[in-house]
T-cell receptor
Framework: SAVISQKPSRDICQRGTSLTIQCQVDSQVTMMFWYRQQPGQSLTLIAT?????????ESGFVIDKFPISRPNLTFSTLTVSNMSPEDSSIYLCSVELAPGGANVLTFGAGSRLTVL | DAKTTQPTSMDCAEGRAANLPCNHS???????VYWYRQIHSQGPQYIIHGLKNNETNEMASLIITEDRKSSTLILPHATLRDTAVYYC????????????FGTGTRLQVTL
């Protein structure tokens, strides 16, 4: 399975600032996904990022708030813009692979963001 | 909306089998049943998946009813390290559909 590295693992930020989260994969992947997990909640998909095209955002998430870059097949970034305390969450990167023909999503360890 | 229903929480004694149920009565013919778990402060971890046949791997067994409207994840000998939130998900991997997480079952393994 793929190894996914996310940076930062955690951060504390001030209201109104922006933070960029990096996701590095040790193999080339077509599809990368960004999820958010608010405190005590399940995971919610933010957007799908394919290399060479604009990210596709889920309902309730917009590009101005969560701009995503996907410069190559092993890397992506998610920016949380103009942060408020409601953005305090764990942000997770994941990739879809098909080892042995079975589609599986592999997740990074997440980036825990606290906004004061 | 998630297409699955799971109990909110369950307890299991260490060394015993943990049987986690999941209802997915609206599952369509080309949707697989996937199970993931999330140990505290970590990303979700893939466990197992199946279409209609029962499946077993080194982590768990998956039993899917004949009508595919429900399934059970079995951890044969639960350990304290199996304490986690377990998510049952239906996913059509052949399309652009996304992996949608429900609320999951919080499994507490006790001594």
């Amino acid at each position: 399975s793929a190894v996914i590295s996310q940076k930062p693992s955690r951060d504390i930020c001030q209201r109104g600032t922006s933070l960029t989260i990096q996701c590095q994969v040790d193999s080339q992947v077509t599809m990368m996904f960004w999820y958010r997990q608010q405190p005590g909640q399940s995971l919610t998909l933010i957007a799908t990022a394919n290399q060479g095209s604009e990210a596709t955002y889920e309902s309730g998430f917009v590009i101005d708030k969560f701009p995503i870059s996907r410069p190559n097949l092993t890397f992506s970034t998610l920016t949380v813009s103009n942060m408020s305390p409601e953005d305090s969450s764990i942000y997770l990167c994941s990739v879809e692979l098909a080892p042995g023909g079975a589609n599986v999503l592999t997740f990074g360890a997440g980036s825990r963001l606290t906004v004061l | 909306d998630a297409k699955t229903t799971q109990p909110t929480s369950m307890d299991c004694a260490e060394g015993r089998a943990a049987n986690l149920p999941c209802n997915h009565s609206t599952i369509s013919g080309n949707e697989y049943v996937y199970w993931y778990r999330q140990i505290h402060s970590q990303g979700p971890q893939y466990i197992i998946h199946g279409l209609k046949n029962n499946e077993t791997n080194e982590m768990a067994s998956l039993i899917i009813t004949e009508d595919r409207k429900s399934s059970t994840l079995i951890l044969p000998h639960a350990t304290l390290r199996d304490t986690a939130v377990y998510y049952c998900i239906v996913w059509n991997t052949g399309t652009a559909s996304k992996l949608t997480f429900g609320t999951g079952t919080r499994l507490q393994v006790t001594l």
